[in-house]
């Protein structure tokens, strides 16, 4: 059973912008859940992008994207999502949404995760 589902993804060119919306499960506690997302580029280890607590909205982001996007959440509505801005062909990967059981916006331990979405980033 998929629990994350993400939508989102497409073609963008270098500068331009693109929001990912990951839904998660409305029978959820969705403040107990730190939520984030990965990326994975081909041939590379899956990286953590950013993330954000369940309740304080505290955030965390990896170095090469801090700055250009921005983790939020609608708790009412179960979702989080990852604003991408000024976006780089390194930026080209699959996006995945995580869920994770704690209080850190860094997700070291993610307990669910989505099955990815596609982003495409053309010089």
């Known amino acids: 059973q998929v629990q994350l589902v993400e939508s989102g993804g497409g073609w963008a060119q270098a500068g331009d912008s693109l929001r990912l919306t990951c839904t998660a499960p409305?029978?959820?506690?969705?403040?107990?859940?730190?939520m984030g997302w990965f990326r994975q580029a081909p041939g590379k280890e899956r990286e953590f992008v950013g993330g954000i607590t369940g309740g304080s909205r505290a955030t965390d982001y990896a170095d090469s994207v801090r700055g250009r996007f921005t983790v939020s959440r609608d708790n009412a509505n179960y979702q989080v999502y990852l604003q991408m801005n000024s976006l780089q062909p390194e930026d080209t990967a699959i996006y995945f949404c995580?869920?994770?059981?704690?209080?850190?916006?860094?997700?070291?331990?993610?307990?669910?995760w989505g099955q990815g979405t596609q982003v495409t980033v053309s010089s």
């Open positions: 995580a869920a994770e059981r704690g209080v850190t916006a860094l997700l070291r331990s993610p307990d669910h």
């Open positions: 409305s029978r959820w506690v969705f403040t107990s859940y730190s």
